[in-house]
């Protein structure tokens, strides 16, 4: 079973703050990396796929990258409509995992 | 519109059995795999499985593997999860979602608006 270790678990930003999450994998799952956002209440949404590609209607600050078992997302510019929890998912195999989540508050 | 529309909030006993149901529609259903998510109370997301409408091929989590059953009814584009027996720890919201095509190996790009379970005594 391939593990996902996402850090940090929660981080305070201010609006602006360029932001950074890690997600690692516990083995080479390629490119096989997606990114979600959920806010309470609410089902998650599709960010990025395929590692760095940003789905359809995202904004252009969200961007992916990394390969292998080391990824990132980077949020170029912080809006208020950014706070929320950012979780990644790699689905190599057939199968998927997701890391615990990196919670967004205001600083 | 592409959607997926839950089967709504269910509270039951433990050991009771339950089948919930996640309804697609705006596109060729058969052609898209089909997962199902788990969050449980306060927590993050869980990977429970995926089918294939097309043909009911299906792949379990190894901690879902024997504890739930994933089905689909192609004929009315319905997907489905159930429980023989359920227990107090399966209390949780549960997503179903739409993997991106071609393949199984993508993110999910459409979202149900989840189905709360409940199991108390």
């Known amino acids: 079973d391939i593990q996902m270790t996402q850090s940090p678990s929660s981080l305070s930003a201010s609006v602006g703050d360029r932001v950074t999450f890690t997600c690692r994998a516990s083995?080479?799952?390629?490119?096989?990396l997606a990114w979600y956002q959920q806010k309470p209440g609410k089902a998650p949404r599709l960010l990025i796929y395929k590692a760095s590609t940003l789905e359809s209607g995202v904004p252009s600050r969200f961007s992916g990258s990394g390969s292998g078992t080391e990824f990132t997302l980077t949020i170029s510019s912080l809006q208020p409509d950014d706070f929320a929890t950012y979780y990644c998912?790699?689905?190599?195999?057939?199968?998927?995992?997701f890391g615990q989540g990196t919670k967004v508050e205001i600083k | 519109e592409e959607q997926l529309v839950q089967s709504g909030a269910e509270v039951k006993k433990p050991g009771e059995s339950l089948k919930i149901s996640c309804k697609g529609s705006?596109?060729?259903?058969?052609?898209?795999?089909i997962g199902w998510v788990r969050q449980m109370p306060g927590k993050g997301l869980e990977w429970m499985g995926i089918?294939?409408?097309?043909?009911?091929?299906?792949r379990y989590s190894p901690s879902c593997q024997g504890q739930v059953t994933i089905s689909v009814d192609k004929s009315i584009n319905t997907a489905y999860l159930q429980w023989s027996s359920l227990k107090a720890s399966d209390t949780a919201i549960y997503y179903c979602?739409?993997?991106?095509?071609?393949?199984?190996?993508?993110?999910?790009?459409?979202w149900g608006q989840g189905t709360m379970v409940s199991v108390s005594s």
């Open positions: 979602a739409r993997v991106k095509p071609p393949t199984p190996e993508d993110g999910f790009d459409i």
């Open positions: 089918i294939y409408p097309g043909d009911s091929e299906t």
């Open positions: 705006g596109y060729s259903f058969t052609n898209y795999w």
């Open positions: 998912q790699q689905y190599y195999g057939y199968s998927g995992t």
């Open positions: 083995q080479n799952i390629l490119r096989l």
